[in-house]
């Protein structure tokens, strides 16, 4: 701003020697300093004739600059687009794995619970017919048994197509089976094995109808070939 009020201050002295009818050139030194001062300000000098660089650049960017901001910034965007992409998959994976993880151990609590207060009663089905306490590998039926407690049921394990549900009788007799509930999904095979007395067996045979076995394996094939095996009590284990 300096600049700027110098040269027309020296605008004003070039029209006043002009009215008086002197030739209009100002003092060497004055038309070095006016050059120097119309250099550093965005003026245009009227003794020189010279305009300043910064008044020079002030008309915007070259080609050459725009083509060079725009690929820089193509550049940040790749980039930001593949990390978001990255961290998208990232926490789908997870949130897949988790829940895998979650319903591994509802399974697993379920039949532990289940099993843990299986009783060796005989029941009856809804039209009055004998059961044993300990039913398995019947169609579809992979093992049922009587669960004790304050409210005794009588628990069915199947595995209906590609899901492990448990369909439960509200009472031990006389009562019919209620809603299945899925407890795991994506099960390709499902194998289970006994342990009675002292021997593992694949089949139950029991000359007894109120014998349960001592523990029980259950292994769950699910799809993509992966085997998880588990093992439970039942009743007390003895």
Same mark, same amino acid.
């Given at each position: 701003?300096?600049?700027?009020?110098?040269?027309?201050?020296?605008?004003?002295?070039?029209?006043?020697?002009?009215?008086?009818? #002197?030739?209009? &050139?100002? /003092?060497? &030194?004055?038309?070095?300093?006016?050059?120097?001062?119309?250099?550093?300000? =965005?003026?245009?000098?009227?003794?020189?004739?010279?305009?300043?660089?910064?008044? =020079?650049?002030?008309?915007?960017?070259?080609?050459?600059?725009?083509?060079?901001?725009?690929?820089?910034?193509?550049? @940040?965007?790749? %980039?930001?687009?593949?990390? @978001?992409?990255?961290?998208?998959?990232?926490?789908?994976?997870?949130?897949?794995?988790?829940?895998?993880?979650?319903? !591994?151990?509802?399974?697993?609590?379920?039949?532990?619970?289940?099993?843990?207060?299986?009783? /060796? &009663?005989?029941?009856?089905?809804?039209?009055?017919? /004998?059961?044993? =306490?300990?039913?398995?590998?019947?169609?579809?039926?992979?093992?049922?048994?009587? &669960?004790?407690?304050?409210?005794?049921?009588?628990?069915?394990?199947?595995? !209906?197509?590609? %899901?492990?549900?448990?369909? %439960?009788?509200?009472?031990?007799?006389?009562?019919? /089976?209620?809603?299945?509930?899925?407890? %795991?999904?994506?099960?390709?095979?499902?194998?289970?094995?006994?342990?009675?007395?002292?021997?593992?067996?694949?089949?139950?045979?029991?000359?007894?109808?109120?014998?349960?076995?001592?523990?029980?394996?259950?292994?769950? #094939?699910?799809?993509?070939?992966?085997?998880?095996?588990?093992?439970?009590?039942?009743?007390?284990?003895?």
């Amino acid at each position: 701003w300096a600049g700027r009020g110098r040269c027309r201050q020296w605008r004003a002295t070039l029209e006043l020697e002009k009215d008086n009818g #002197t030739d209009g &050139r100002p /003092p060497p &030194r004055q038309d070095r300093y006016c050059d120097w001062r119309c250099q550093r300000t =965005a003026c245009s000098c009227p003794v020189t004739g010279k305009g300043s660089a910064m008044n =020079a650049r002030s008309s915007g960017f070259t080609l050459v600059e725009v083509v060079v901001a725009l690929f820089i910034f193509a550049m @940040l965007a790749a %980039a930001g687009v593949g990390l @978001l992409s990255s961290t998208v998959r990232s926490q789908a994976a997870s949130a897949a794995r988790l829940a895998d993880v979650s319903s !591994e151990r509802r399974l697993s609590a379920l039949l532990i619970s289940d099993l843990g207060q299986a009783v /060796p &009663r005989v029941s009856r089905d809804e039209t009055g017919r /004998p059961r044993p =306490a300990f039913a398995a590998n019947q169609g579809n039926l992979l093992f049922a048994f009587v &669960r004790g407690g304050p409210k005794p049921q009588h628990v069915e394990i199947r595995l !209906e197509r590609d %899901a492990l549900v448990r369909v %439960a009788a509200p009472f031990v007799d006389g009562a019919l /089976p209620g809603s299945p509930v899925v407890l %795991a999904k994506g099960v390709e095979r499902a194998r289970v094995r006994f342990r009675y007395k002292s021997d593992w067996q694949d089949d139950w045979a029991s000359e007894r109808t109120d014998a349960i076995p001592k523990a029980l394996e259950l292994t769950l #094939t699910r799809q993509g070939g992966v085997s998880v095996v588990r093992m439970f009590l039942v009743g007390t284990g003895e």
